[in-house]
Every structure is written in structure tokens, then in C-alpha cells.
Nanobody, 125 residues
Framework: VQLQASGGGLVQAGGSLRLSCAAS????????MGWFRQAPGKEREFVAA????????YYADSVKGRFTVSRDNALNTVYLQMNSLKPEDTAVYYC???????????????????WGQGTQVTVSS
């Protein structure tokens, strides 16, 4: 079971980035896939999640209307399209998989079973 996040980088405020998370090693379509981030000196926080088959999405209030989570089950990949980026979006972004879509909170990192290595997103002002 592996998650590989990519797509991070340096961007100016107002710009866009698309993160990708490639998954391997299990049946991807039954899980909830989430994105979390952690800025220096801060706790990890929930960003967005999407349920199996892409039927339902969840967003943190801080990213609603700017970020969009999507998935391609055929490619075993989940995406996070980030628009109108702000300096406060600067963080290491992690993708994660929650194997039980029917219990626990999709907003809580502790409910996720597998984590990727993270990709750095830096937004300059």
C-alpha cells in the first residue's frame, strides 16, 4: 500500500497548482481519499476529502471555493486543484486513505489508515 503525492512547488499569491496522489496496492474505489496539510510550527489540518466513486466531497472552510478535490479511479489517482492560492496555504500537503468509508469522520486525520510522503507548497506574497 503506497501513496505518492506530487505537484507541489513555489507559486505567487493568486496562482494555481494541482496536486496528484497516485495510489497502489489495494482496491482504490472503495476508500475515502483525503488531503491534509501541515505548516511549520502548526498542527496538521484537514483540507479536503472525496468518497468512493467521487460521490461526495468535503472541504475545510478555509479552502471552500478555491480548492477542488477529484479522483480518477481508473488511474488510482486523486487530485487537489488549488486556485487563488494565498501565503497562508503554504504547507506540506499529504494525501491519505481511509479504508472504512462508513464509520469515523472524514475530517479527522486519525481516521485515515495510509499516508503519502507529502509535497511542499509554497505561496509567495
Amino acid at each position: 500500500v503506497q501513496l505518492q503525492a506530487s505537484g507541489g512547488g513555489l507559486v505567487q499569491a493568486g496562482g494555481s497548482l494541482r496536486l496528484s496522489c497516485a495510489a497502489s496496492g489495494w482496491i482504490f474505489s472503495n476508500y475515502v481519499m483525503g488531503w491534509f496539510r501541515q505548516a511549520p510550527g502548526k498542527e496538521r489540518e484537514f483540507v479536503a476529502a472525496i468518497t468512493w466513486r467521487g460521490g461526495r466531497t468535503y472541504y475545510a472552510d478555509s479552502v471552500k471555493g478555491r480548492f477542488t478535490v477529484s479522483r480518477d479511479n481508473a488511474l488510482n489517482t486523486v487530485y487537489l486543484q488549488m486556485n487563488s492560492l494565498k501565503p497562508e496555504d503554504t504547507a506540506v500537503y499529504y494525501c491519505a486513505a481511509k479504508t472504512d468509508p462508513y464509520s469515523g469522520s472524514n475530517y479527522e486525520g486519525g481516521e485515515y489508515d495510509y499516508w503519502g510522503q507529502g509535497t511542499q507548497v509554497t505561496v509567495s506574497s
